[in-house]
């Protein structure tokens, strides 16, 4: 496995499958699914708190903000990536309470320098008790990588989130989630507007997407030195599965003729509550050298919305796959359903999916080994133990850099999973 080490290693002895907290592949550090204590013993006591003294010292989501923090430097320095080299940060959490103690704890550690974030509601989240999970991606120092922020005019940064809204990396451009509301986050930004009493003048998410495409990720990546014609992957949370044809309609229209890889996935809840929508996008300087390659894979078209993978000189980047075919569920899942406390429906979907993954990888000069980011978004986590355990059939120990939350249901009836896969493609010496 070229030039890739695994930090915070989970054996498979425990649970029946190895995972990992993070990966460091070449110039990249990957940290994934990161909350307030381990897998081994769950929420750290500091979270918890006195049972007799429950409002004793600061509020509760704030230590599990400031543990996960702890653990994510901890594990960066492990890795030798400074805190400043970050340049992306996921976040899920299962109330909207936890959001503003976090981002105090957030505040708190990275002072000026949060890099371009996304976070949004969950329905459930791995661990239980758990309020937070986080993924973060870093660069090694050198290698021509240091990220320079970018602010471009008029897209506005909540004032108590405080993140950058895209930062450059090398040849590598981030931009935070965006969402269609005004600066003062008090309403929709007025071309996304739809007043409720005019019925029929326009759709909510046309207008919303149709905004974000041309008024927030456009000029994000043009402070950047980027376009759309390099973007290279995005990620779409709705608030509606029924929005995801008049998305992709819209979507279409500006990315058809030049895709790039696309997950989209149904949230419980976003920051800001007339948004229907958020995005957020990976692009490539427009002046670099690393070029934008979309990789075909035919038989797997039926499970993803944008190309099989978009290949961004040592990144590889998949769309979101769903274990469908033509006419809906997969066969074998669907046989497999009435097997549910088994976790066999779920079985058979990850099968498929890591069948089609490892194709697609490999047509990009990756492999699913070199997997470095690997969310895994379950409609139920009844069948987590048993989808999981795949990964140990086709890798056998093979840690894999797990981040795993329950969203409301997608778009296709009974696909409970959404897998989404980056990978690790080591240029000519590396």
């Known amino acids: 496995m070229p030039n890739i080490v695994q930090f915070g290693v989970v054996p498979r002895e425990r649970f029946g499958f190895s995972v990992c907290s993070a990966v460091k592949a070449g110039r990249w550090v990957f940290l994934s699914g990161l909350f307030g204590g381990d897998l081994e013993n769950g929420l750290a006591p500091e979270v918890l708190g006195r049972p007799g003294l429950p409002l004793a010292g600061l509020p509760r989501h704030r230590r599990e903000g400031d543990a996960v923090l702890r653990r994510m430097v901890a594990l960066l320095d492990e890795s030798g990536a400074p805190l400043s080299n970050a340049v992306r940060l996921d976040q899920f959490y299962p109330t909207a309470a936890a959001v503003d103690p976090y981002h105090h704890a957030r505040k708190a550690c990275f002072g000026s320098l949060i890099p371009p974030s996304t976070s949004v509601l969950a329905e459930e989240l791995l661990v239980d008790g758990a309020a937070l999970d986080v993924s973060l991606i870093a660069v090694l120092p050198g290698h021509d990588m240091e990220p320079r922020r970018a602010i471009p005019p008029d897209v506005p940064v909540p004032e108590h989130s405080g993140f950058a809204t895209s930062v450059a990396a090398g040849d590598y451009v981030f931009v935070a989630g965006q969402m269609a509301n005004n600066e003062a986050m008090s309403e929709l930004a007025g071309p996304a507007y739809r007043p409720a009493k005019a019925i029929w003048n326009g759709t909510d998410v046309r207008l919303q997407t149709e905004f974000l495409i041309t008024s927030r990720l456009k000029p994000s990546l043009a402070a950047a030195g980027s376009s759309l014609a390099n973007a290279v992957k995005a990620q779409v949370y ?148 048993a989808s999981q355990q795949v990964w140990q059939e086709v890798l056998p120990d093979h840690p894999v850099p797990l981040q795993a939350v329950r969203l409301p249901p997608g778009p296709v009836p009974g696909c409970e999973l959404v897998v989404d896969l980056w990978g690790y493609a080591p240029m000519d010496g590396a």
């Open 238 to 385: 709705l608030t509606d599965p029924a929005d995801l044809p008049n998305f992709m309609d819209v979507w279409n229209r500006h990315f058809g003729d030049n895709p790039c890889a696309l997950t989209v996935v149904t949230t419980s809840g976003l920051g800001f509550s007339d948004a229907v929508i958020e995005i957020n996008l990976i692009a490539l300087r427009d002046d670099g050298a690393t070029q934008k390659q979309v990789i075909d894979d035919e038989a797997s078209r039926p499970m993803r919305l944008g190309p099989a993978a978009v290949r961004a000189g040592d990144l590889v980047f998949l769309s979101g796959l769903y274990a469908a075919d033509e006419d809906g569920l997969i066969p074998s899942a669907r046989r497999a359903g009435h097997l549910k406390p088994f976790g066999g429906s779920a079985r058979e979907q990850m099968r498929a999916i890591l069948a089609a993954s490892g194709r697609i990888l490999e047509a990009s000069g990756s492999a699913l080994p070199n997997v470095v980011r690997a969310q895994h978004f379950y409609e139920d986590f009844g069948g987590f133990l």
